[in-house]
C-alpha cells in the first residue's frame, strides 16, 4: 500500500523559497503521477502542480514562474520548489498520488499535509 509523508513546510518572509518534499513508499512503482494541493481554512483543496510518470507537467495559474514540480524516482521522493513566495501562498499543502484502483478504489492516497506560512 502506497503511503506519502510532506515535509518541509515552515514560516518564510514574502520573496522567500520553501522546498516541499513527499516521500512515498509501499508499491512507488504504481504510481502514475503526483499532484500538490492546498487548502486554506474554510476553503476546498486547490490543485497547485501535477507531474505525470511521463514528467508532464502542470501549474495554476497563480504559480506559473514561481513553483516547480520535480520527482527523483530513486529516492521515491517528489518536490514542489517554491520560489517569490507570497502572502497568499499561505496554506496547507498536500501531496497526492494517483494510483490503480487495486490499490486505492478512488485511485488515489494523500499525505498528511505540512504548513507553509508566508508572512513578515
Known amino acids: 500500500q502506497v503511503q506519502l509523508v510532506e515535509s518541509g513546510g515552515g514560516l518564510v518572509q514574502p520573496g522567500g523559497s520553501l522546498r516541499l518534499s513527499c516521500v512515498a513508499s509501499g508499491g512507488v512503482f504504481s504510481i502514475n503521477g503526483i499532484n500538490w494541493y492546498r487548502q486554506t481554512p474554510g476553503n476546498q483543496r486547490e490543485l497547485v502542480a501535477s507531474i505525470t510518470s511521463s514528467d508532464r507537467t502542470n501549474y495554476v495559474d497563480s504559480v506559473k514562474g514561481r513553483f516547480t514540480i520535480s520527482g527523483d524516482i530513486p529516492k521515491n521522493t517528489w518536490y514542489l520548489q517554491m520560489n517569490s513566495l507570497k502572502p497568499e501562498d499561505t496554506a496547507q499543502y498536500f501531496c497526492?498520488?494517483?494510483?490503480?484502483?487495486?490499490?486505492?478504489?478512488?485511485?488515489?492516497?494523500w499525505g498528511q499535509g505540512t504548513l507553509v506560512a508566508v508572512s513578515s
Open positions: 497526492k498520488a494517483e494510483v490503480p484502483q487495486w490499490l486505492s478504489p478512488d485511485g488515489e492516497v
